[in-house]
Structures are given as structure tokens and as C-alpha cells.
């Protein structure tokens, strides 16, 4: 059973253009957690999501990004027009119907 | 607003002793409490939790400590390892309903086991 995928790792996208990272949960998990780290900062919470539903969206800034979980396929956390502030290493989480989140290696997102 | 907060952003130990590890939380809805560790260019992986209901939890090396009334928890590791170098990061779980939680995490404390 493979743990959480997330790819790219690394992602560099001049200013304006869009970032599309991708979160394979592990096997049988369905619930998806996207997370933000900006340097010498913790993780901060982003969206929740299961299934084709966002359970937790209130810390997606409300323009540029969206995040999506369909019924095939990864999880998706887009950021439209990037800015610089954008750069980051963004983690994917994945848990079944218990507590803990198993994390992936994360994609640190470049603008450049 | 930070619900949850590691205010030591690194903790330096001697090998063989004990660590130290202390989180603040102001969200008296968590029902959970979680520790997490992270080493450089790799994902947070957990280490133990403990429910709101109890006061401590031990796994081997690691014990977590609730205080609720100072809304305190601390996270000890004895003895320490060079191994145990990484950050840790304190989260507190947000309990929607049913299956459904969400995950609040602290900044991180860098723990620096020395040989």
C-alpha cells in the first residue's frame, strides 16, 4: 500500500501562471487535507475535502485557488495567477474514517 | 488568530536526557490532541495522540501529558536520540461530526538531540 503521492515535488511557474499540484490518497482513504507551509511557518490548514464535496474550505484564500477531489482520480489544488507569496511547500494528507492524517512529501511551489 | 501554539521555536537536548516539548491551545473544542515530526524535505508523520478525556498517553519513549484546565499539553521523549532531531509539530483535531475531523497545527518546535 503506497502512502500518499503527491507530484510534482518541485514545481517553479513564472508570475501569472497557474500551479496544478496533485494528491493520490493512500488505498481506501477518503478524506483529503490540503495544508500550506511559507518559510519558518507551521502547516497551516487550507481545504478539506472527501469525495467529489468540500467539507472545510476557511483557510483557501478566497481568489486564485480551488481545490477539488472528484469520484476518479487525485485531488487537485489549483492556484490560478501566481504571485510570489504563492512560494511554498504544499502537503497533502489523506486519513480513512479515523484519526490520524498520513502526510505526503509535499510539492514546494516555486514563483519565479 | 492561532489555536494552537509551540511558543519555543527550538529546543537543543543532550543525548541520553530528557525532551521537552510544549503546546498551548485556546480551542476548547478539540477533541484530540496530535504530535507530529518532521524531518527536512519529507512530510509531517505522526507520533501519538491523546483524547481530550485523559491526561496522559505513553508510547515506548513518548509521552503525551494533558493539562485541560491550562489548556497545556507537553510532549516528552525519554532518552533522547540523535535520531529524534527534526521538528515537531502540535496539532489539535477539530471534530465535525461522524467520521469528520480537521487538523489545527502549531509552528513547530526544532528539537536538536546532541551525542
Known amino acids: 500500500n503506497a502512502g500518499v503521492m503527491q507530484n510534482p515535488r518541485h514545481l517553479v511557474r513564472r508570475r501569472g501562471q497557474e500551479a496544478r499540484l496533485r494528491c493520490s490518497p493512500m488505498?481506501?482513504?477518503?478524506?483529503v487535507y490540503w495544508y500550506r507551509q511559507l518559510p519558518e511557518e507551521g502547516l497551516k490548514f487550507m481545504v478539506y475535502?472527501?469525495?467529489?464535496?468540500?467539507?472545510?474550505e476557511s483557510g483557501m484564500p478566497k481568489e486564485r485557488f480551488s481545490a477539488e477531489f472528484p469520484k476518479e482520480g487525485p485531488s487537485i489544488l489549483r492556484i490560478q495567477q501566481v504571485v510570489r507569496g504563492d512560494s511554498a511547500a504544499y502537503f497533502c494528507?489523506?486519513?480513512?474514517?479515523?484519526?490520524?492524517?498520513?502526510f505526503g512529501q509535499g510539492t514546494r511551489l516555486t514563483v519565479v | 488568530d492561532q489555536q494552537v501554539k509551540q511558543n519555543s521555536p527550538s529546543l537543543s537536548v543532550q543525548e541520553g536526557r530528557i525532551s521537552i516539548l510544549n503546546c498551548d491551545y485556546t480551542?476548547?473544542?478539540?477533541?484530540?490532541f496530535l504530535w507530529y515530526k518532521k524531518y527536512p524535505a519529507e512530510g509531517p508523520t505522526f507520533l501519538i495522540s491523546?483524547?481530550?478525556?485523559?491526561d496522559k498517553n505513553e508510547d515506548g519513549r513518548f509521552t503525551v501529558f494533558l493539562n485541560k484546565s491550562a489548556k497545556h499539553l507537553s510532549l516528552h521523549i525519554v532518552p533522547s536520540q540523535p535520531g529524534d532531531s527534526a521538528v515537531y509539530f502540535c496539532?489539535?483535531?477539530?471534530?465535525?461530526?461522524?467520521?469528520?475531523?480537521?487538523?489545527?497545527f502549531g509552528k513547530g518546535t526544532k528539537l536538536s538531540v546532541k551525542p
Open positions: 494528507a489523506s486519513s480513512p474514517e479515523r484519526l490520524e492524517a498520513f
Open positions: 480551542n476548547s473544542m478539540f477533541d484530540y
Open positions: 475535502l472527501q469525495k467529489e464535496n468540500i467539507i472545510d
Open positions: 488505498k481506501g482513504h477518503s478524506h
Open positions: 496539532a489539535g483535531r477539530v471534530y465535525y461530526g461522524g467520521s469528520q475531523g480537521n487538523l489545527i
Open positions: 491523546i483524547s481530550s478525556i485523559k
